[in-house]
């Protein structure tokens, strides 16, 4: 017998804006959960709610460099017993407005990666083909540099673009072919993202504009930034790989944390995201 679930999404699916979505059965939203699925890719998992007799209903995203908050990702919880026509209204004037801006954005991020992806592997191609013998492992192994000082490297294996799937390894590289390699690589068209806590702080001071300004911590592992009158705050990444924003004043010390991008389009909705924490936090802490 279908779940209560399956059984509004299924009442639901005729009414919805738009033709062609369809229900079937998700095990992303538990045993007893089902999906509105809409043929361009957008889907609505519903699930049995914690409390007793009602249903939640919240939007999903496929994997995406694309930086979703809270904001992008709503839901909303009903009683199952309202049928399928509540269900499909709650979904219409409390999920879709949000749903169908963002999901237009994060199919451009996801197809904007996927050029920044081909480009690296096509990169990593061209630097191979410099010196006979070269590897090319399209996977994540811990970078290795083995040298002999005074004498010819050996051995190296690179980590191409810092994207973790473009792995050189070279081996008995003369100065010849080192220079035509690191000489290719610096040839390469297109901005380099931000990959350092003191880098994003220096996007972050330019976008607060004003007096802000950014320093950087040895080898740039963090950032901080200050203007004058203000607290200081500090851009670190903690144990988890995440990025975090510290207030030094705030007694609560962390006051925000993003999780990495690898697109410069990610880093930088990241970075405008830590300005506006920053505005946010500087503003209450003015009104205390």
């Given at each position: 017998?279908?779940?209560?679930?399956?059984?509004?999404?299924?009442?639901?699916?005729?009414l919805?804006?738009g033709?062609?979505?369809?229900v079937?059965?998700?095990?992303?939203?538990?045993?007893e959960?089902?999906a509105?699925?809409?043929?361009?890719?957008?889907?609505v998992?519903?699930?049995?709610?914690?409390?007793e007799g009602?249903?939640?209903?919240?939007?999903?995203?496929?994997?995406t460099?694309?930086?979703?908050?809270e904001?992008?990702?709503p839901?909303?919880?009903m009683?199952?017993d309202?049928?399928?026509?509540?269900?499909?209204?709650?979904?219409r004037?409390k999920?879709?407005?949000?749903?169908?801006?963002?999901?237009?954005?994060?199919?451009?991020?996801?197809?904007?990666?996927?050029k920044?992806?081909?480009?690296?592997?096509?990169?990593?191609?061209?630097?191979?083909?410099l010196?006979?013998?070269?590897e090319?492992?399209?996977?994540?192994p811990?970078?290795?540099?083995?040298?002999?000082k005074?004498?010819t490297?050996e051995?190296v294996?690179?980590?191409?673009?810092?994207?973790?799937?473009?792995?050189?390894?070279?081996?008995?590289?003369?100065?010849?072919?080192?220079?035509?390699?690191?000489?290719?690589?610096?040839?390469?068209?297109?901005?380099?993202?931000m990959t350092?806590?003191a880098?994003?702080?220096?996007?972050?001071a330019?976008?607060?504009?004003?007096?802000?300004?950014?320093?950087?911590?040895?080898?740039?592992t963090?950032?901080?930034?200050?203007a004058?009158?203000?607290?200081?705050y500090?851009?670190?990444?903690d144990?988890h790989?995440?990025?975090?924003?510290?207030a030094?004043?705030d007694?609560?010390?962390?006051?925000?944390s993003?999780?990495e991008?690898r697109?410069?389009?990610?880093i930088?909705?990241?970075?405008?995201a830590?300005a506006?924490?920053?505005?946010?936090?500087?503003?209450?802490?003015?009104?205390?």
């Open positions: 017998m279908p779940s209560i679930t399956y059984q509004l999404a299924a009442e639901a699916a005729p919805m804006p033709d062609g979505w369809t079937r059965p998700s095990a992303a939203s538990g045993k959960g089902a509105l699925e809409h043929p361009d890719g957008r889907r998992e519903i699930s049995p709610a914690r409390r009602y249903v939640r209903a919240r939007v999903a995203y496929p994997d460099s694309y930086y979703l908050t904001h992008h990702r839901w909303t919880e009683r199952a309202r049928g399928g026509r509540a269900l499909e209204q709650a979904i004037t999920l879709l407005p949000v749903y169908n801006e963002t999901y237009p954005k994060v199919l451009a991020a996801n197809e904007e990666s996927r920044h992806a081909e480009a690296r592997a096509a990169l990593a191609d061209h630097l191979a083909a010196v006979p013998g070269t090319v492992t399209r996977s994540e811990s970078p290795i540099v083995e040298y002999r005074g004498g490297i051995r294996t690179a980590q191409i673009l810092g994207d973790g799937l473009n792995i050189l390894t070279f081996r008995y590289v003369d100065d010849a072919a080192t220079t035509a390699v690191m000489k290719a690589y610096g040839d390469r068209k297109g901005p380099t993202p350092t806590p880098a994003v702080a220096g996007r972050v330019e976008i607060l504009g004003g007096g802000w300004k950014a320093d950087a911590g040895p080898w740039e963090y950032g901080r930034l200050d004058p009158d203000t607290d200081t500090t851009l670190h990444v144990d790989g995440e990025l975090c924003l510290w030094n004043l007694p609560n010390g962390e006051i925000a993003f999780r991008m697109t410069p389009e990610g930088e909705a990241v970075a405008e830590i506006e924490a920053i505005r946010q936090h500087h503003t209450a802490a003015d009104q205390e």
